[in-house]
């Protein structure tokens, strides 16, 4: 199978990015993405018949892979950039000065970006509440055979937004939770409203979708909103 590569008309170079990240960060971090997969689908393939993401019980086990991946290709790219250095509570990425108050856990104001990812047509859910910039990665896998001679795997959409504090909503889910709390309609739609990397198919088919359409058309030549 062929290797997918990330699709131009897709990116959207007038997008906001925070922590000096730009438009070619973004494309390098989707190929490396693509790259690994490509090689770890094939590896299955050809040691154990089944596609990569066949070895997961669940597909979220595969938007965590594809998420740090992600991740790791923007603090390779970007010199500003760290991981963070514990395995929750903090940004998944947060900026070098920032770095020691990321490694006080008491320490709540950390600047940085939290990533979320999630297969097609799904949007996360709960969260802790995050005072940072947001990420959201949604890919999809084909069915064998859907889509000839590439690698049946794609990124659909990527969306960025600052959360503050104020677009989330409080959900109760037991006492010993972190994730109590989820996206507000108006951060849902703060990050519609600027993505970074999407394909038409993703465009969120809601009140707002009109506007949603009239983004992808000012970035994506090939689109037609009409």
Same mark, same amino acid.
């Given at each position: 199978?062929?290797?997918?590569?990330?699709?131009?008309?897709?990116?959207? &170079? *007038?997008?906001?990015?925070?922590?000096?990240?730009? =438009? +070619?960060?973004?494309? !390098?971090?989707?190929? $490396?993405?693509? %790259?690994?997969?490509?090689?770890?689908?094939?590896?299955?393939?050809?040691?154990?018949?089944?596609?990569?993401?066949?070895?997961?019980?669940?597909?979220?086990?595969?938007?965590?892979?594809?998420?740090?991946?992600?991740?790791?290709?923007?603090?390779?790219?970007?010199?500003?950039?760290?991981?963070?250095?514990?395995?929750?509570?903090?940004?998944?990425?947060?900026?070098?000065?920032?770095?020691?108050?990321? &490694? *006080?856990?008491?320490?709540?104001?950390?600047?940085? =970006? +939290?990533?979320?990812? !999630?297969?097609?047509? $799904?949007?996360? %859910?709960?969260?802790?509440?995050?005072?940072?910039?947001?990420?959201?990665?949604?890919?999809?896998?084909?069915?064998?055979?859907?889509?000839?001679?590439?690698?049946?795997?794609?990124?659909?959409?990527?969306?960025?937004?600052?959360?503050?504090?104020?677009?989330?909503?409080?959900?109760?889910?037991?006492?010993?939770?972190?994730?109590?709390?989820?996206?507000?309609?108006?951060?849902?739609?703060?990050?519609?409203?600027?993505?970074?990397?999407?394909?038409?198919?993703? =465009?969120?088919?809601?009140?707002?979708?009109?506007?949603?359409?009239?983004?992808?058309?000012?970035?994506?030549?090939?689109?037609?909103?009409?």
């Amino acid at each position: 199978m062929r290797e997918p590569e990330p699709r131009s008309r897709f990116l959207n &170079r *007038d997008a906001e990015l925070p922590l000096g990240i730009e =438009i +070619e960060d973004i494309r !390098a971090a989707i190929e $490396r993405v693509y %790259t690994r997969y490509h090689d770890l689908n094939e590896f299955h393939v050809e040691n154990y018949s089944i596609r990569f993401h066949e070895s997961f019980r669940a597909m979220n086990s595969v938007g965590d892979y594809i998420g740090h991946q992600f991740n790791d290709a923007l603090v390779a790219n970007v010199d500003e950039l760290e991981h963070n250095p514990h395995d929750d509570r903090r940004p998944d990425i947060v900026h070098q000065r920032d770095l020691e108050e990321a &490694r *006080d856990r008491d320490y709540d104001d950390v600047t940085g =970006i +939290e990533q979320k990812a !999630a297969h097609y047509k $799904r949007f996360f %859910t709960s969260h802790n509440q995050s005072n940072t910039n947001l990420l959201f990665i949604q890919y999809r896998i084909h069915e064998p055979g859907e889509v000839a001679d590439v690698e049946p795997f794609e990124f659909t959409q990527i969306l960025l937004a600052d959360a503050s504090q104020q677009s989330w909503e409080f959900e109760p889910r037991g006492q010993n939770s972190n994730t109590t709390y989820r996206a507000a309609d108006d951060l849902r739609d703060a990050m519609r409203s600027n993505p970074v990397y999407q394909h038409p198919d993703a =465009i969120c088919q809601n009140e707002h979708v009109d506007r949603y359409r009239d983004i992808q058309a000012s970035f994506d030549p090939e689109y037609d909103p009409d």
